[in-house]
């Protein structure tokens, strides 16, 4: 399954409940869903094909020149999955950068991207679109961090 299919499933399950939390701004399902079928629909407006290469800009900032897969690339090995606490979430959405989070009964699913995450339940996984996207655009990209 696609992530664009996952997000369409979520988004009519729990529109709204929070999808995402970067730079101290929340965004539910719903408002998710809407920015990403926007950047793809001006995307496709544009022309853009799977191959071709795009940039990312960010605050006047250019954050990424590439095609898809080569921004894939920026974030592989850099993303984690952890089963945590409801203690422990705060802790790790001030420390990492959080690009998902799910939850299955009384267990807490966060998706997190870092160079490296020191956590004993730290699973790597596969990055997705989102996952790049996101670290591309945190505040220290440009910085060497």
Known sequence: MR?????GIA????PDKESIVFEGKRYTY??????VNR????????????GDRVAVLHKGKIRFVGTIPEM???VRGKVWEVEATTGELAGLRD????TALRREGSKIHIRLAAE??????AKP???SLEDAYLWLMREDANAGK
Do not use: F, M, W
């Not at 988004?11 to 729990?14: D, P, Q, V």
């Open 3 to 7: 992530t664009t299919e996952l997000l």
């Open 11 to 14: 988004t009519a399950l729990c």
């Open 30 to 35: 719903s408002q998710t869903s809407e920015r």
């Open 39 to 50: 950047l793809a629909n001006a995307l496709i407006g544009l022309g853009v094909k799977t």
């Open 72 to 74: 894939l690339d920026q």
């Open 95 to 98: 420390k990492y950068l959080e």
């Open 116 to 121: 490296k995450l020191d956590h004993l339940n």
């Open 125 to 127: 996984v596969e990055p």
